[in-house]
T-cell receptor, first 116, second 112 residues
Framework: ETGVTQSPTHLIKTRGQQVTLRCSSQ?????VSWYQQALGQGPQFIFQ???????GRGNFPPRFSGLQFPNYSSELNVNALELDDSALYLCASSSSPGPLSYNEQFFGPGTRLTVL | KQEVTQIPAALSVPEGENLVLNCSFT??????LQWFRQDPGKGLTSLLLIQSSQREQTSGRLNASLDKSSGRSTLYIAASQPGDSATYLC???????????FGTGTRLQVFP
């Protein structure tokens, strides 16, 4: 059984650029959540996708957007990058019978984004 | 608004000690609570998940308790080892949302 994978591992961008981060969910999982973790902080919820639909969003501006594909993999897109977007971006997947299941989430290794 | 706090922020202990990490949350209406381990620059590894109806969960040398009414959870690590050195995060799941709300973590160092 393959766990949650994320790519790339590290990324360096400059202010104003756009970035796409990718996540492959664990086999059999249909729900993907994205979190942002700034240095020394706990992860903050960005949004969740259940069966290709956005299913809940945290306090992040619209320049943070996402997609989920039919195979349940997911992308996080960030436009107009700002210095404060520098963080570890974590993806988590779970197996959910519905859009609200409270099932255990399994995390990937993260993508470290640095914005200069 | 749910807030999660972890005390202490950092802890350094000699190998072999038993230790307790604390997690408190402001709203007792939680669905479950999860403890994670995070190694530097890495993702999160789930350690224990406690449903709101449970009082504790055990896995090996780890034991997590939950007192929902007082808004507290503790993670007990028995006979600590240098390999336990990491940041430990707790997170709660509140009703009507599938997001996890995290504390800021306790950074643990176990020295030989």
């Amino acid at each position: 059984e393959t766990g949650v994978t994320q790519s790339p591992t590290h990324l360096i961008k400059t202010r104003g650029q756009q970035v796409t981060l990718r996540c492959s969910s664990q086999s059999g999982h249909n729900t993907v959540s994205w979190y942002q973790q700034a240095l020394g902080q706990g992860p903050q919820f960005i949004f969740q996708y259940y069966r290709e639909e956005e299913n809940g969003r945290g306090n992040f501006p619209p320049r943070f957007s996402g997609l989920q594909f039919p195979n349940y993999s997911s992308e996080l897109n960030v436009n107009a990058l700002e210095l404060d977007d520098s963080a570890l971006y974590l993806c988590a997947s779970s197996s959910s019978p519905g859009p609200l299941s409270y099932n255990e989430q399994f995390f990937g290794p993260g993508t470290r984004l640095t914005v200069l | 608004k749910q807030e999660v706090t972890q005390i202490p922020a950092a802890l350094s202990v000699p190998e072999g000690e038993n230790l307790v990490l604390n997690c408190s949350f402001t709203d007792s209406a939680i669905y479950n609570l999860q403890w994670f381990r995070q190694d530097p620059g890495k993702g999160l590894t789930s350690l224990l998940l406690i449903q709101s109806s449970q009082r504790e969960q055990t896995s090996g040398r780890l034991n997590a308790s939950l007192d929902k009414s007082s808004g507290r959870s503790t993670l007990y690590i028995a006979a600590s080892q240098p390999g336990d050195s990491a940041t430990y995060l707790c997170a709660v799941r509140i009703y009507n949302t599938d997001k996890l709300i995290f504390g800021t973590g306790t950074r643990l160092q176990v020295f030989p």
